[in-house]
């Protein structure tokens, strides 16, 4: 047992993850040695159309085995029909203990639960959400499953910690020869962002798609020079799962509240100058900051450098008005994203390595000013949790919290107070998925709470008008006081989940629940 | 046995569902729903306090919470045991 620098008490070995590389703080760790990589392919002019004719040859085609890692990315969101059908057809032809790496999964892969129960799933890498989290909480898994951040999958992929033996992209429109589109089709999703690491550094990649057009598909997204094998399929995926309608705007006036507080925080720090750049992701307070911010920025006359992240019809108008001058996009949610990133070339299409990765040359998130997050709660060390509910059930994949509140210059988590009776501020977090030393400030309806590390912001909110500054330990004891005392979480020892900081080193454990 | 209910299922709120018992059976007490996991002992002791203050000694209190606080949880027992008696 080791504590870490989050003050974790964290076993040195885990069974089924292996030896525990110890959290040491937030831009501890630096790398070594090369780049790890993809097997060398050779293509040459007698192979000119890579098709096979069903998943079942793709998959023999690629070469997959029993104990395998395959991966999957997640633009098809909750529309997704392709994990399904390549892990019905794995489980047709015999192929088992697969360790499953996608970039998310989501309520469409609860199906995913038969084949953990058959074998031909031993193994997930990535996050667990609703009633697969629920098995997996319950100790229905063997090995525990790893958390990463979107930077920290990439990371791990070319720091040689995962390699991935076949990964199959889903691509709303390709053609013969591998290039693949993620904007035109029946399908279209817009970025394919998550899927470019897996293209280039999967020993084999087959491409899924039910948009088959003449070579060469264009605008190209993914080159055919990464795609060994290329299937075409009546349907990748439900439109109405894979674009959500327009994300509104809360109207709850306490969010509002909340919503109006972060913005004026915003508006008070140094960072809210021309050329101001945001990631506040699709979240109904996120999006309520965004709309204050922007009332803010004609007000004043700012005009914005860039957006990040997932991107929403919100941001597209921004940018439409000039607002923002470029959008970098690693997800579009909706169809006003997916329409303007294959239309506009200020939307640009970035992948996760670009986006969030902490062992490259620079990652998007690096340049980014101010970022808006979530979390199911934060405690008086500024710890936040977004992995694990109040029940202690493992239910949330980390995206792109760690990486970043690790890159932004000001980091919020804004939130109410409780969601329901359950306190969103404590004392210790049950899970840290991201730590305080790079969280900077929590907003909730009580007003604005400083991390007392950053007392340049403490100063440049001080005197805001209406802006109410609440101290933590004032805001957790005022959440416990609503309350009431909490019953611990009842687990057994056993380990269930690994969440790793985006580096690799491992922050916290999530322990089995006990029935 | 008669029963009587008060509360919703609103957000923050509670439905709580009181069936008489036998005279000498207890109070009885089952919680599920939101908070049911981190609250229950917080819950349990605020259901018999109130049903105390109300000198209620047989009761089956079933709570289908949705987040609710002490104080909304024991102005719906009040408002269950009122409908009850009447």
């Known amino acids: ?515 | 046995m008669k029963t009587a209910q008060a509360g919703t299922l609103e957000s923050m709120d509670c439905l709580v569902t009181l069936t008489e018992a036998a005279p000498g059976s207890g109070i009885k007490i089952n919680i599920t729903g939101a908070s049911a996991a981190r609250f229950n002992s917080a819950m349990t002791k605020k259901i018999n306090e109130t049903l105390a203050e109300l000198s209620v000694k047989d009761m089956e209190v079933a709570v289908q919470d949705n987040g609710a606080l002490d104080i909304v949880l024991g102005a719906r027992v009040e408002a269950a045991y009122g409908r009850l008696m009447k």
């Open chain 1, 1 to 515: 047992m080791t504590i870490n620098a989050v003050k974790r008490e964290i076993p040195d070995y885990i069974e089924g993850y292996g030896k525990v590389r110890h959290y040491e703080g937030a831009f501890a760790r630096k790398p070594e040695g090369a780049i790890a990589g993809a097997k060398l392919r050779c293509f040459n002019s007698d192979i000119t159309d890579k098709r096979v004719s069903s998943v079942k040859e793709a998959i023999k085609a690629s070469g997959l085995k029993s104990g395998m890692t395959v991966s999957f990315h997640h633009h098809l969101r909750n529309g997704d029909y392709v994990v399904n059908m390549v892990l019905d057809a794995c489980a047709e032809m015999g192929i088992k203990d697969l360790t499953l790496f996608p970039t998310a999964l989501f309520g469409v892969h609860k199906k995913v639960i038969d084949h953990i129960k058959s074998g031909v799933v031993t193994r997930i890498m990535g996050s667990v959400n609703g009633p697969i989290g629920q098995l997996v909480s319950e100790g229905g898994m063997e090995v525990p499953v790893v958390l990463r951040s979107h930077g920290g999958r990439p990371r791990a992929v070319m720091a040689g910690d995962v390699h991935i033996d076949v990964a199959f992209i889903g691509a709303p429109t390709a053609d013969k020869y591998g290039n693949i589109c993620g904007t035109l089709g029946k399908s279209a999703c817009g970025s394919l962002g998550y899927a470019f690491t897996d293209a280039d550094y999967a020993d084999k990649v087959v491409v899924i798609t039910d948009n088959l057009v003449d070579f060469p598909a264009a605008p190209v997204s993914i080159p055919q020079t990464k795609a060994d094998i290329v299937v075409e399929v009546p349907s990748i995926g439900d439109p109405a799962g894979i674009v959500s309608g327009t994300t509104k705007v809360t109207r709850d006036p306490l969010r509002l509240l909340i919503s109006r507080y972060a913005s004026q925080l915003i508006e008070a720090s140094p960072y809210f100058k021309d050329g101001i750049s945001f990631q506040t992701g699709a979240g109904g307070i996120p999006l309520a900051v965004t709309a204050f911010m922007k009332e803010a920025m004609i007000r004043k006359g700012i005009k914005g450098g860039f957006g990040l992240g997932g991107i929403t019809g919100y941001f597209v108008e921004l940018l439409r008005e000039g607002l923002v001058s470029k959008l970098m996009d690693v997800q579009s949610f909706d169809l006003d994203a997916v329409k303007s990133i294959g239309e506009n070339p200020n939307h640009i299409e970035i992948s996760a390595d670009w986006y969030a990765n902490p062992w490259n040359c620079g990652a998007a998130v690096n340049m980014l000013d101010v970022v808006i997050l979530g979390a199911t709660e934060v405690d008086t060390d500024f710890n936040a949790n977004v992995n694990t509910e109040a029940d202690g059930a493992l239910l949330h994949g980390t995206g792109g919290h760690q990486d970043t509140a690790a890159g932004a210059k000001l980091t919020i988590i804004a939130q109410p107070l409780l969601r329901g009776r359950i306190p969103c501020v404590t004392d210790s977090v049950y899970n840290v998925t991201t730590p305080g030393e790079v969280i900077d400030a929590i907003v909730t309806e009580y007003g604005v709470t400083i991390n007392p590390r950053r007392k340049d912001l403490l100063d440049a909110v001080s005197g805001v008008k209406d802006l109410p500054i609440v101290p933590i330990d004032e805001l957790a004891a005022r959440a416990r006081k609503m309350s009431g005392p909490t019953d611990p979480v009842k687990t057994t020892d056993r380990i269930i989940g690994v969440v790793e900081w985006r580096d690799g080193t491992v922050i916290d454990v999530v322990r089995q629940l006990k029935k």
